[in-house]
Every structure is written in C-alpha cells, then in structure tokens.
C-alpha cells in the first residue's frame, strides 16, 4: 500500500505555555515535509528541536501558526482538526525512550500499530497478519518475530518500533533521535532503512539526530535550526551556501564541503 501526502507549515511558532506565562521556543516557520524524503533535523541543544517534533506529532499545541497536513486524494486538513484516530492513521511516531514492555513479542509490539484500524475488541483479521508480516520484512526482522522485547539489542528494539509505525500504514513517520544508543554501524543502518523506506513507499520520514555528519551523508533533506529560523535545503545546497560551515566549525573543527565529513584537528 503505497501512500503520499504533504504537510505544510505556515507561521508556525512553537513553546510553552504555563500559569499564564508563554516561552517561545522558535516563531515564524514556514516549511513543507515532501513525500519520498528522508528529512534530518538538526541543531545545537536546547534549540528546539524536541518541541518542533512534539508539536508536529500533536503532543503539544502550537503558539501561532497551521500545520496543515494534505492526504493522497488533495484534501487538506489542519492538524488541529484531526481525532486522535484519525491522526494516527495520518502520523507514526517513533521517540527515543525504550518501550517497557515484558512478556511481549516483538510481533505482539508491532501488532499494536493495527489499533486504528481494528474494531473495539482489538482484534487482528487476517489482512491485518498480512500488514503485520510485511512491516516485519520491510525492516528485516522476520526472525526476531517470537524474541521477547526485552531481551532484544537497542538496534533490534529500535527496528521493531520502526516495523511498528509501518504496521499502522501511515503516510508520515517522525522518529526522535532514531540512532541514539547505537554503536556506529547499527547507526549507519538504521538511517540507510529509514532512507529507503522513504523512498521505496513514498513516506515523509522526518527525524531529529544529534549525528551530524551521518545525517549529511544520507539526508535528501536537512532543516537546521537555528537562533533566527530555520535553514532548509539538501546537505550539498547548505554546504554550498556556508551554512554547514557555520554551524560545525570550531576552534579545532573543520568541514570538508566536498566530502561532507567534519575533521577534528589534533592539537
């Protein structure tokens, strides 16, 4: 089941509201998520980049602004507007935390992502099974299926969580720090199915990371955020225009345009 859709940003500002006080995180973004992108979000902490996500996935209000999200049929809906079934049929969320669950299969987890679909009692039809089955191969964890979440690896719990979102066919899937956790060539992975995935079913994928230069090397997309907005354009367009250079360089730190690489220098 292929699905694409499109969600714009318009004005959007971003933050907190509490005992009648308001802290604007970010103000003013205007942006558009594309269908058959794999988008990276970056930033230096503590720039928003959790709250852009939350406030995206609907686990908080936005300040000012529209999130309009458009279905594969052209009809535009603001987020706001949507039940909490229909958002999950529009919107996967993966987060970071580990889920803590016990005496689940991995199976059983990724059958969770079918609630939207089935009945008051839960349960699975048969095309159901079949969704199940082809999220397990799309992210090639057939035989972790009958493995209990606990005992899997931070890399295979994260895969389940991803086969998860794909269970529940959505066309949008936002990941929070998808790589945390993982030693390097897990990481590597799990951005290189995120990418295909993306391409190969025409989702949006949006995620947050703190790997940089992982992110530049398999992005088609990049939103920097930054103190006065936000910069958005492929990671060779950002390249070519100084503001990667601007946002790695340090004392002591340099960034290869060419290559995408940043090199630390031995003092």
């Not at 949006?204 to 992110?215: N, Q």
């Not at 503001?243 to 630390?264: A, Y």
Request: net charge neutral; hydrophobic share 40%; aromatic share 4%.
């Amino acid at each position: 089941m292929t699905l694409s859709a499109s969600i714009e940003l318009r004005k959007l500002s971003i933050g907190y509201r509490a005992k009648g006080n308001e802290k604007v995180v970010a103000q003013g973004i205007s942006a558009a998520l594309r269908p058959g992108e794999l988008t990276c979000l970056l930033g230096q902490n503590g720039i928003g980049k959790s709250t852009l996500l939350r406030t995206l996935s609907a686990f908080q209000h936005a300040l000012e602004g529209d999130i309009l999200i458009t279905d594969k049929k052209g009809t535009e809906q603001h987020l706001t507007e949507l039940t909490d079934k229909e958002l999950s049929r529009h919107v996967g969320v993966v987060l970071t935390e580990k889920p803590d669950v016990r005496n689940m299969t991995a199976r059983e987890l990724v059958e969770l992502g079918r609630s939207p679909y089935t009945g008051f009692w839960g349960r699975l039809t048969t095309e159901d099974d079949k969704v199940v089955s082809k999220a397990l191969e799309l992210v090639g964890i057939e035989s972790l299926a009958n493995r209990l979440v606990h005992t899997l690896s931070d890399g295979e719990r994260q895969k389940v969580m991803i086969a998860k979102a794909l269970a529940q066919q959505t066309p949008v899937i936002f990941l929070d720090e998808p790589t945390a956790f993982l030693d390097f060539p897990s990481k590597v992975d799990m951005m290189q199915l995120l990418g295909r995935l993306a391409h190969e079913q025409q989702k949006i994928i949006f995620l947050s990371t703190h790997d940089v230069e992982l992110a530049l090397q398999t992005a088609d997309r990049i939103w920097l955020m930054e103190l006065d907005g936000i910069c958005i354009g492929t990671p060779h367009q950002l390249a070519a225009d100084g503001t990667l250079s601007r946002f790695i360089e340090r004392r002591g730190i340099t960034f290869d345009k060419q290559t995408m690489t940043i090199h630390v220098n031995r003092s």
